[in-house]
C-alpha cells in the first residue's frame, strides 16, 4: 500500500494512478515527478533518482532494493521512501510560501497563518 499525499481532495483513485491528466490538478503530492512539475515548481515529492545519495541503513540495505537492473527508476523512486525493516513510508518535500499558495492552491486566512485547501 502506497499513501497518497495530496495539498488538494483526493477522488477516483483508479483514475489518478492510472491517467497522468488527471494527476495535473495535484501538483503538490506524491503523485507526480519532478519531471511532470517542469516549468511550474522547483520542488516535489518525487525527486529523480541519484543511486550514489540513497542512504543504507537499517530498512534501507536490502539486496537489490535498489538496483536498477532489476527496478525500474519509478520503482525506485519509490522505494527510496520506504523503510522495509519498519514499513514507514517517509515524503518530505519543501514549500516557500508563493509556491504554497501560487502553486499548491493555498491561502492565506489571517496574518503568518496559510491553510491549503
Not at 518525487?46 to 536490502?62: A, E, H, N, T
Not at 501560487?102 to 496559510?114: E, L, N, P, R, Y
Request: a negative charge; one cysteine or more.
Amino acid at each position: 500500500m502506497l499513501p497518497l499525499v495530496s495539498s488538494m481532495p483526493l477522488h477516483n483513485l483508479h483514475f489518478l494512478l492510472s491517467e497522468s491528466i488527471y494527476r495535473q490538478q495535484h501538483i503538490c503530492s506524491n503523485l507526480v515527478t519532478l519531471k511532470d512539475l517542469q516549468g511550474v515548481s522547483e520542488t516535489g515529492f518525487l525527486d529523480d533518482v541519484q543511486y550514489d545519495s540513497i542512504s543504507l541503513g537499517p530498512g534501507y540495505d536490502r539486496p537489490y532494493q535498489f538496483n536498477p537492473s532489476v527496478r525500474e527508476a519509478k520503482s525506485i523512486q519509490l522505494y527510496k521512501h520506504l523503510n522495509l525493516k519498519s514499513c514507514i513510508w517517509t515524503f518530505d518535500a519543501y514549500y516557500d510560501m508563493t509556491e504554497l499558495i501560487d502553486v499548491c492552491g493555498g491561502s492565506v486566512t489571517a496574518d503568518f497563518q496559510v491553510r491549503c485547501n
